[in-house]
């Protein structure tokens, strides 16, 4: 299903666009939170990676190791204490409309229908309601909740609000989507089906994805490669290439090829003495 649209230039054209190579760029990123009343907490050290355009990408670590940090400095959230930070060219110094995020709870805004909270991005950019209107439309019947529109959050399922949560980041187009533990709250079977969801929507949307997940099995299925990152502070211990044939289906998760990336990941946490 194609989904244009209306009146923007696509994401990173011009001058400032970054090689496809390197659609995510990431060097030397160091994060230090420094509260008032107690000692430097070190999230992040000697960050360095590059995302292709187009590509999935999982993050996975042990607790506190700084993944959503990283996401978050990624989407503009946070500032960096050092280093290189672009997306799509773009130096990262605040928000980026190149960038959608989908955090671990869909956060709709209960007073408002499904349609109206998927166009909240339209309307705080000022961009053409009229215009995204129908792509916002078109989002939701490729997730699946088409004639949902008029719903209200309390009316869907846990899974349903985050496909709406979803569309609501991809609404105006970004070339990225980051993507922080978006299913930790869901039932495993629920969990399983947003995950083959996950893949036919990258696929459709053409778009960079960047997941934080708890779950290795969860990063192997879904993802080209599968950066793992030590204890905090956190420092990439191993970027894994997981070369499974796509498309992918559920079977893809217990078979032993897929075995043998979980395993190789999991390693880096049972030396560690962490098991996340």
């Known amino acids: 299903m194609a989904i244009r649209t209306p009146g923007r230039r696509r994401a990173g054209a011009g001058p400032a666009a970054a090689d496809e190579a390197s659609w995510i760029e990431v060097n030397g990123l160091r994060k230090v939170y420094r509260p008032r009343r107690s000692e430097p907490t070190h999230a992040l050290a000697d960050i360095d990676f590059t995302v292709k355009r187009g590509e999935f990408i999982s993050i996975v670590g042990p607790s506190g190791c700084g993944k959503t940090t990283m996401l978050k400095i ?8 050092e280093g290189v930070v672009r997306v799509a060219g773009r130096d990262v110094d605040g928000p980026l409309p190149q960038v959608g995020m989908v955090f671990q709870a869909a956060t709709l805004l209960p007073w408002r229908t499904i349609l109206q909270n998927v166009m ?11 215009a995204y209107r129908k792509r916002a439309v078109e989002l939701l019947e490729m997730v699946g909740l088409g004639g949902f529109e008029g719903k209200y959050p309390h009316e869907l399922s ?4 985050q496909r709406a949560g979803i569309c609501r980041a991809l609404v105006h187009d970004p070339a990225v989507l980051l993507m922080d533990e978006p299913f930790g709250a869901l039932d495993a079977m629920t969990r399983e089906y947003m995950n083959v969801e996950l893949l036919r929507i990258w696929k459709e949307s053409g778009k960079t994805i960047v997941l934080v997940t708890h779950s290795i099995p969860e990063a192997v299925f879904l993802s080209d490669r599968v950066v793992v ?3 905090r502070p ?3 211990a191993e970027i894994v290439p997981v070369e499974l044939e796509r498309p992918r289906d559920l079977s893809v998760m217990s078979s032993d090829r897929a075995g ?6 999991r390693t880096h946490f049972n030396a560690a003495g962490v098991i996340d």
């Open 120 to 130: 909240v991005p339209v309307e705080v950019q000022r961009l053409d309601a009229s």
């Open 234 to 236: 956190g420092r990439i």
């Open 229 to 231: 990152l030590s204890s």
């Open 158 to 161: 846990g899974g349903m609000q």
């Open 74 to 81: 990624l989407a503009g959230l946070i500032p960096r204490t």
């Open 260 to 265: 043998v990336y979980v395993t190789r990941i």
